[in-house]
């Protein structure tokens, strides 16, 4: 079957750096998607890899490695607005995106 | 520029009744899809479309039917809403050149469902 997993629930500083993993069997890879989820709100894009490698964009970065079914995603300089829900999600070989249960990011002062 | 909309914003049902969730997007984008999201589990994909008059099965369509007559427009019907149903709907669209950035799905902004 396919599976996405990645934490539950992480805690972090203000002004710090947290990393948050997603690994990933699924049926072909046609690239990962990361979104941020501010409760009760919608899912929003975040970053799109498709070739191994690290993707920054401003204070997020997210990270692909093929061989090994894995990503990051690196948020850096930690504000208190970057707590939510951070999802992972793969484009599997039907074009179909296979979603992680998300990982719950707090953030304390 | 709206995006996507999506009516209503939440709605308490009572079980056996039909009920249709509308989505509505500006984009000219010619993919949209259909999710529920429950507490613990990933997004989980009911029905989609490729393209205006094509609709597809997703991982879990039972209960469920969609249509899709024109770019903008992508209803999903609940024929007798169950309680099991309870849950937040997404419905989301892409450009749909599969296989690159530009399948990045764009949300809206979700309807609350309760079913009693």
């Known amino acids: 079957g396919q599976n996405i997993d990645q934490p539950t629930e992480m805690t972090a500083t203000e002004g710090a750096i947290v990393q948050i993993n997603c690994t990933y069997q699924?049926?072909?890879?046609?690239?990962l998607f990361w979104y941020q989820q501010h409760a009760g709100e919608a899912p929003t894009f975040l970053s799109y890899n498709v070739l191994d490698g690290l993707e920054e964009k401003g204070r997020f970065s997210s990270f692909l490695s093929r061989s090994k079914g894995y990503s990051y995603l690196l948020l850096k300089e930690l504000q208190m607005k970057d707590s939510a829900s951070y999802l992972c999600a793969v484009m599997d070989s039907n074009y179909q995106l296979i979603w992680g249960a998300g990982t719950k990011l707090i953030i304390k002062p | 520029i709206a995006g996507i909309t999506q009516a209503p914003t939440s709605q308490i049902l009572a079980a056996g009744r039909r009920m249709t969730l509308r989505c509505t997007q500006d984009m000219r984008h010619n993919a949209m899809y259909w999710y529920r999201q429950d507490l613990g589990l990933g997004l989980r994909l009911i029905h989609y479309?490729?393209?205006?008059?094509?609709?597809g099965k997703g991982e879990v369509p039972d209960g469920y039917s969609v249509s899709r007559a024109n770019t903008d427009d992508f209803p999903l019907t609940l024929a007798s809403a169950v309680p099991s149903q309870t849950s937040v709907y997404f419905c989301?669209?892409?450009?749909?050149?599969?296989?690159?950035?530009?399948?990045?799905?764009?949300f809206g902004p979700g309807t609350r469902l309760t079913v009693l």
């Open positions: 699924t049926s072909g890879f046609n690239g």
């Open positions: 989301a669209s892409s450009d749909g050149s599969a296989g690159s950035s530009t399948d990045t799905q764009y």
């Open positions: 479309s490729n393209t205006a008059g094509t609709t």
